[in-house]
DNA sequence: GATTTTTGCACCTAGGTGGAAATT
DNA sequence: TCAATTTCCACCTAGGTGCAAAAA
């Protein structure tokens, strides 16, 4: 079925590895998060259509928070457990490396997040615009924003109506430092080359 | 001493790594080469200024034939012999991948061509665009090409003056399939961290 | 035969994994 | 004690080396 409708002048955005994602979404998903960066797995990786092929885009990726509780694992689940923490500070925005580039650019090929990495290092940022900035036992919603730019990279705010955000429930995920549930870290085993 | 003199509304380049360079060029350089590529060491690494910072400017490198002659090496020493095989195809350029790009992110860090390879395959590059094809025991020289170019990354060939060429003889290099000066081995063994 | 090129390989850098143990 | 985090480590992918043997 088809994952975005097609409406004219708007771009459509496909999640290339959606298959996988709902692998990991079915058992909730966690992504782990350490002080020096984790790159997710699965990874955000989209096909997009619909853009002016001459017309140059700023796209990247933010992740916020999903809902507004504090997540614990116990008996085997995840349960809500008191509030989120809303003292917010860090990062969570990462700029895809080929930013900015032209609509042919970004419709010839995915559009891979693969070294995106998640911290909870709010402080000293080695790799700044990298990381990013997460807190432990929260569930978190990634997006990705295409946004229309001038030839040299600068938004113009005074046209309305250029920027665009896509949402992938499927790719929801919670914050650990550890992995809670050993579905998913089998699935981690069985799905990423690294282990 | 300086290695470019300065003029005004000039580009000046210096070659980073000029110790290194020379260390080999004493003995004369070897570069192996290989079907399926290999890069160079020591690489071609530059810092540049002079530009434009808000101008833009594609950089790349080619490799022409530094002299008319085919050599070996014979009684541990390069002699000439007979003439060089002139009959040439295959690509000789590497442009630098973040180029296009403007003055300023020239200017900022070293110019490195790291991942730029040779080989002595005319036919299928797997890599189009990647790879330098030369001819084994004939000697090279590498040089820097500095266009500026239009915001779209297009030469503008009504306006001249907009190509600068930056030789440094120390880069000059004999290709090869095996290495034949043991000096140059061992130079490379000492120098290189993948050996 | 002699020279040049190719292939396979052990070894290296570089860095991404989960797991166990230690720490907070 | 318990839950959460950090550290260390063996193991993995990925790919750049020179070398010896084989092939051309």
């Known amino acids: 079925s088809a994952q975005a409708g097609l409406v004219p002048g708007k771009a459509q955005v496909y999640l290339c590895n959606r298959a996988l994602w709902l692998k990991f979404h079915r058992h909730q998903t966690e992504m782990i998060i350490t002080k020096q960066g984790r790159r997710m797995f699965p990874f955000l990786s989209f096909n ?27 008996g085997g689940k995840w349960v809500p457990c008191g509030k989120a923490d809303t003292n917010v500070t860090g990062n969570r925005v990462y700029m895809h490396p080929d930013s900015p580039n032209t609509g042919a650019h970004w419709m010839r090929q995915e559009i891979s997040f693969g070294k995106l990495k998640l911290t909870n290092n709010k402080g000293g940022s080695n790799n700044p615009g990298q990381m990013v900035v997460l807190q432990s036992l929260h569930k978190y919603q990634p997006r990705l924003h295409v946004v229309e730019v001038n030839e040299d990279g600068t938004e113009d705010s005074s046209q309305p109506g250029r920027v665009q955000t896509f949402t992938f429930p499927e790719t929801q995920f919670i914050a650990v430092t550890a992995y809670q549930n050993t579905d998913i870290t089998q699935l981690k085993i069985d799905h990423n080359p690294f282990c």
């Open 48 to 74: 997009i259509s619909g853009l002016d092929p001459t017309a140059h885009y700023n796209i990247f990726v933010d992740v916020i928070l999903a809902d507004p509780n504090h997540w614990r694992f116990q």
